[in-house]
């Protein structure tokens, strides 16, 4: 892995880290003070130019990843991408990008407005993928896309960084199975992401996927700041397509929940 990248991960890492500290807590349990493999690293964006999935993709192909496999999520109106590198070491990258066309006149406003607000020179640098927002948006504005699209909403809020790594179970030293690794954080008090299940998933797809539910940060809003979810931590347990061959893909119906994990709502839900 060359510095670049290297460096490219840790800074991402570092900036995920400040929106989700529980991540840290996550490393300090499961790892024990071992190095922990990520799976995967999840991006969202815009179907909007410049900030399209093909455009920061290329930051990615730059570095060496190949697009390897294309889902749709027709309740959510989004289509995404998974990109994977020669170096097994590396995490899959998976960026999803929402169909903003398909929803009403109003969020298309909202987010062409906070889209028209980015230097299109800024896109072009790597370091854009852990950049934040570049837009100012009133928390009404935030109210009114939460009420359409939670992923709107979190990216509005949020901006463009990792919305969450995701430890590979496979490679998680003393553990056997994904359930595992679930009981381990619920005794260590994490909140995990119960929609559709604990466990997404199953060795039938060959994949299993968890995911706490999202950490709380606050956000400055034009008008005010509200503590709103921010990012999660997932974890992946992969099953053997063929003797040796683990599946690399990903499973609409299991990520379709694992969105769910950053849900404004069912966070307030869960509180009360």
């Not at 399209?52 to 109106?77: I, N, S, V």
């Not at 062409?112 to 934040?132: M, R, T």
């Not at 809003?221 to 690399?248: G, H, Q, W």
Request: proline content about 4%.
């Amino acid at each position: 892995m060359s510095q670049q990248v290297e460096q490219f991960f840790e800074n991402l890492w570092n900036d995920y880290i400040k929106l989700t500290p529980s991540a840290a807590k996550v490393h300090q349990v499961l790892g024990q003070g071992r190095d922990i493999i990520n799976d995967h690293v999840a991006f969202r964006t815009f179907n909007q130019a410049p900030v399209r999935l093909a455009t920061l993709a290329k930051h990615f192909e730059a570095m060496g990843y190949k697009a390897c496999g294309d889902y749709h999520f027709e309740a959510k109106r989004l289509v995404a991408k998974h990109f994977e590198h020669d170096d097994p070491t590396l995490p899959k990258i998976f960026i999803s990008e929402l169909l903003v066309e398909e929803f009403s006149p109003e969020l298309q406003g909202i987010v062409k407005e906070l889209v028209a607000q980015i230097d299109p020179a800024k896109v072009e640098q790597s370091e854009f993928l852990y950049s934040g927002t570049h837009w100012q948006i009133s928390s009404n504005d935030y109210e009114r896309l939460l009420e359409e699209s939670e992923y709107a909403a979190w990216m509005a809020a949020f901006g463009f960084r990792a919305n969450h790594f995701t430890v590979n179970v496979n490679h998680l030293p003393d553990y056997e199975s994904l359930e595992q690794v679930n009981e381990t954080l619920k005794t260590a008090g994490f909140r995990l992401n119960s929609s559709g299940g604990e466990i997404k998933g199953s060795p039938d797809v060959y994949l299993e996927q968890s995911s706490t539910m999202a950490d709380h940060a606050p956000v400055r809003f034009s008008d005010m700041e509200k503590v709103i979810p921010s990012c999660f931590y997932e974890f992946a347990k992969r099953y053997e397509i063929a003797p040796n061959k683990l599946y690399t893909g990903f499973v609409a119906a299991s990520a379709d929940k694992i969105f769910e994990s950053t849900d404004a709502r069912a966070s307030a839900e869960k509180e009360s």
